[in-house]
């Protein structure tokens, strides 16, 4: 695929595979200490991995549930489509995964190749009833056609989540997608204004679902949140870092061989330095911003990568401060109708929906004092 954005284009493009009895050392250790495990399957492109690998590792799972009362695994896969067939459908089927698939609909071309298949192969999923949801990265090339991919998206029946583009890997030797901020923030702004009203929604718009929780009541969203000891990274050469994210080498907590429990990972000097730093960013965080509570700090990693953990002004933070400022202003408006009972037949049933949950106490709101 090559995709013109790939984070790790700086790594370069090894063909190293996971050993399979080291992902079942993984989950073995991983049992030993959890009840319930959720594991991604992520790369690169992990259906690269083959499907027999795949196999063998969930019957694995199956062995350590049958033995253990309570054990519990959930199995996700992130992936690009490309090689998915009928087999994957029925492994799909049998273990009960959810899917993503990275694809940028109607200007996936952008920074994608072959997607006419991969939009086949969403279709073949589509018609075997399996549900799957697709993260869209926008570009400065497609940002202002924001409408028109949501109308792709809700004409298809396809769910859909709006990531904005990192600029990292490969995305650096092609500044012409490089997002300005404000440009970004006015048209999410104008959009997430659209689907508020449009009755015609059919789909779940994900990124625009989350931000009408973003009410007088602060709820944490997919900006950050701390995911400090409740998630592992096994990478392909057995070593073990804190999550799927780029991470330098002295983040490494070891080897999948070297270890005994998930804990002394956690433990390990590398992780204890990682997460001193998480609890000063979000220290600071808290201090100085007033939507602490919708991310809780932002992701650690996005900010070795963009120069610094220490400040809180790099580019994903600044840009989601002004998006969750203009937010608030247009959700104040909103929950005002809502709570006085004004225009709610305008609304889209589903933004409906979500106020509905958000009034009634059915979402776990984070307050800052």
């Known amino acids: ?54 196999k063998t590792v969930l019957d694995y799972e199956q062995e350590l549930m049958n033995g253990a009362k309570d054990l519990v695994f959930k199995n996700s896969i992130q992936t690009n489509g490309l090689l998915l067939d009928e087999s994957w459908v029925d492994l799909f089927k049998k273990y009960a995964f959810s899917i993503g698939i990275s694809f940028d609909g109607p200007h996936n071309d952008d920074l994608r ?53 990192f600029m990292s890997g490969a995305a650096k030797e092609h500044p012409e997608f490089e997002l300005n901020i404000d440009e970004y923030v006015n048209a999410l702004v104008e959009m997430y204004k659209y689907w508020l009203f449009d009755k015609t929604c059919s789909v779940s718009a994900k990124t625009f679902e989350d931000l009408l929780k973003v009410s007088d009541r602060l709820y944490c969203i997919q900006y950050g949140g701390s995911c400090i000891h409740n998630r592992i990274c096994l990478n392909p050469n057995g070593d073990l870092y804190p999550c799927g994210r780029p991470y330098t080498i002295d983040f490494m907590l070891g080897n999948i061989n070297d270890v005994s429990l998930i804990s002394e990972a956690f433990k390990s000097p590398a992780y204890t330095k990682l997460a001193e730093i998480s609890s000063a960013r979000a220290k600071q965080c808290r201090e100085r911003c007033k939507f602490f509570g919708v991310c809780k700090g932002g992701c650690v990693s996005s900010a070795i990568l963009e120069g610094s953990f220490e400040k809180i002004d790099n580019i994903t933070c600044v840009r989601a401060q002004k998006l969750l400022k203009a937010i608030t202003e247009v959700n104040n408006e909103v929950y005002k109708k809502y709570d006085s009972g004004l225009d709610l037949d305008n609304f889209n049933p589903k933004a409906l929906k979500i106020m509905y949950k958000s009034r009634t106490g059915q979402y776990h709101f984070s307050h800052v004092k």
């Open 1 to 54: 695929m090559r995709c013109r954005h790939c984070y790790h284009a700086e790594e370069g493009f090894e063909d190293l595979f996971m050993n399979p009895q080291d992902a079942k050392r993984m989950l073995y250790i991983a049992s030993k200490e959890y009840n319930e495990i959720h594991v991604v399957f992520h790369g690169g492109e992990p259906t690269l991995w083959g499907i027999e690998n795949f």
């Open 113 to 165: 190749s072959n997607t006419k298949k991969v939009y086949s192969n969403m279709m073949m999923l589509k018609k075997a009833q399996i549900s799957f949801g697709v993260l869209c990265v926008e570009t400065a090339l497609s940002i202002k056609n924001l409408k028109t991919t949501y109308e792709w998206f809700n004409k298809e029946g396809i769910n859909y989540k709006i990531l904005a583009l």
